[in-house]
DNA sequence: TTAAGTCGGTTAAACGTTTAACCAAATATT
DNA sequence: AATATTTGGTTAAACGTTTAACCGACTTAA
């Protein structure tokens, strides 16, 4: 690339220092500059195509109107379209972002962090993996601003923006049992991650308060990377034997794809001998041959208030503020309508 | 955030030059540095948690080892399975990854080239909207590294990644007349994007090369902002008549999806009154009650090679490198299989 | 008449690195 | 013994901004 044009050269041009051709591009100290010299330098600046340069200043001012953004997987659809929200909210801010995908693995989220942070962003927007309490704690002292958004620490005051899990879970188990279930079962990962394990407990609370059986063998988890054959090994023992179940709640999107997948192969009538419910919507099942329910995230508002918030802690430094949204439940029929 | 740890205040420590202290962080003139200094120099480094100020060291070196990524919207999963790709591509090579989404807007493009230029980005990849040949070609001229992809301008010599969209829209079409089509139709968008013009040729070449009709009539174009209801007039019309199509191209993923929709309501019946082919793969189809057959385009080729060429055009300049990749069709039955 | 503002700028330091050029002391070469 | 080279560092400038402090020439007010 050619040298770019810098505030010097407009100065020697016009004939003055750069301080005031600073002042004047930066419309500061106004009064104390005479209009026509303004004018004359805002021409030959045009002129010039002068254009900042965004790290001489940052380095000056301390401040890179840069936010990094780290989810587990941007091609995930949750996280893409959580990331154009970020991205739109952070543009009228004059904020960009850079994005980084943990993959769900601690390691690498640590690393990112740091590359993020050498890289002075003036905060973090985080969906951490599991077992990164200790790099959130870290971020804590360093004073470094960021806000976790979909997942959070129970035990750490931090800011965050995530759904009401548990009460989502409740009220995933409360329209299966609504709707007649009497034995309903849960697929989940077999995860710390804090969001499902609220989704758990949501689900047992459920079934107790309504007095239904919440065994063991009702709840299966399988390990967040293996796929589909542990997957349908679970469905598979969900049911069959005696007392298959007549409700299943999926805990995250990825579970209920490759379960209704499976579902679809099986003797198995949805909804007459089997009710479903799944968190998040997912475009994939857009066409699903029968009637499911979801939990909805209000993904625009996650994503907003998780970039605003993040803006406010720039900028101020006000109280830690958490906020848990509500899921809401979705019906779907089969389409066409 | 508290102040951070600097070179100096390491040099300080230690009781040397920040000059001496920068050559061993960065492991050069390692001869001329006695191996216990250095290694005192590191400890001191590592225990007082000293990190790297990247935004001083662009400012020094002119590179800030960061890409700008543009397309057209980050939550088309499209795209954010390019964005991943790229994003560990760059990331092997200690670059990291700015994105923004342009929302097929050329003045909103263009806006984000400054942004990201202002920036000081090493390079970018972008996938440009209809009409930024100017802004393309002021790229060219600043000597700025970039690459096109997903799209590009063919009158333009530029670095590009991206489909043969002429070759994939006649090898669709071949498969239709193989399946025994007479009257093709094409849904397109009524759009200058390069890309889509180039499928609307393969389709007509196709075509004409096996003597069927490619009348005006069979061509539908839609606006590309419009949805639904001007999609499933075009289909109607496609549909109706004496003369329905007994085949179909869509040109894009979104058109497909809305078109589909559409179809499914009416009394066709897949594959036998109607064949159908889709460009690019979508889960949203995933569970569809019908076979259809689909361009599937090398995701993973395409990102990868763009951030090469990018990073090669950064590092050193060689000629530029124009690369169109085979899309691949590929059969789909409804699932379960 | 003098002190105090105001006007319209300039000077210079600083942000945290990198790196060419320099230097003194020790060692090697003739 | 005189000269050259190596060793192990230091000095200082530079990257392109920002911004507090300063300054001389006018104006205004007392």
Do not use: W
Not at 294 to 312: C, D, K
């Amino acid at each position: 690339m050619e040298r770019k044009v810098s505030l010097k050269d407009i100065a020697q041009k016009v004939g003055v220092s750069t301080a005031l051709v600073s002042y004047v591009l930066n419309n500061k100290r106004e009064n104390r500059v005479s209009k026509e010299l303004a004018q004359r330098i805002r021409e030959v600046a045009a002129g010039m195509n002068y254009r900042i340069n965004q790290v001489a200043r940052s380095l000056k001012t301390n401040k890179t109107f840069t936010i990094g953004l780290i989810v587990s997987d941007i091609a995930n659809p949750f996280f893409s379209a959580l990331a154009r929200i970020i991205e739109d909210e952070a543009e009228q801010h004059q904020y960009t972002v850079i994005f980084s995908s943990s993959d769900e693995n601690a390691a690498k989220n640590g690393k990112l962090i740091d590359t993020l942070l050498d890289r002075q962003v003036d905060g973090l927007i985080l969906s951490p993996p599991a077992f990164c309490e200790d790099q959130v704690i870290r971020l804590q002292q360093q004073q470094v601003p960021f806000v976790l958004v979909d997942r959070y620490f129970p035990d750490l005051k931090t800011n965050y923006v995530a759904l009401d899990n548990y009460g989502a879970a409740f009220k995933a188990v409360e329209h299966l049992i609504e709707s007649g279930c009497k034995r309903i079962g849960m697929l989940t990962y077999d995860t710390e991650l804090f969001h499902l394990q609220e989704r758990k407990r949501g689900y047992v609370a459920a079934l107790k308060q309504h007095k239904l059986p919440a065994t063991k063998s009702l709840l299966k988890e399988v390990n967040i990377r293996v796929e589909q054959p542990a997957i349908e090994k679970a469905i598979h023992q969900l049911l069959s034997g005696p007392e298959p179940v007549d409700g299943l709640l999926f805990a995250a999107n990825n579970l209920a794809l490759a379960g209704l997948r499976y579902i679809r192969t099986l003797p198995v009538h949805i909804p007459r001998d089997l009710r479903i419910v799944n968190f998040d919507e997912t475009e994939a099942l857009d066409f699903y041959p029968a009637p499911f329910a979801y939990i909805q995230q209000p993904l625009g508002e996650l994503g907003r208030l998780a970039t605003r918030l993040l803006l406010e802690s720039i900028n101020q430094r006000p109280a830690t503020t958490q906020i848990n949204l509500d899921g809401q439940l979705v019906l779907k029929s089969p389409m066409p309508f």
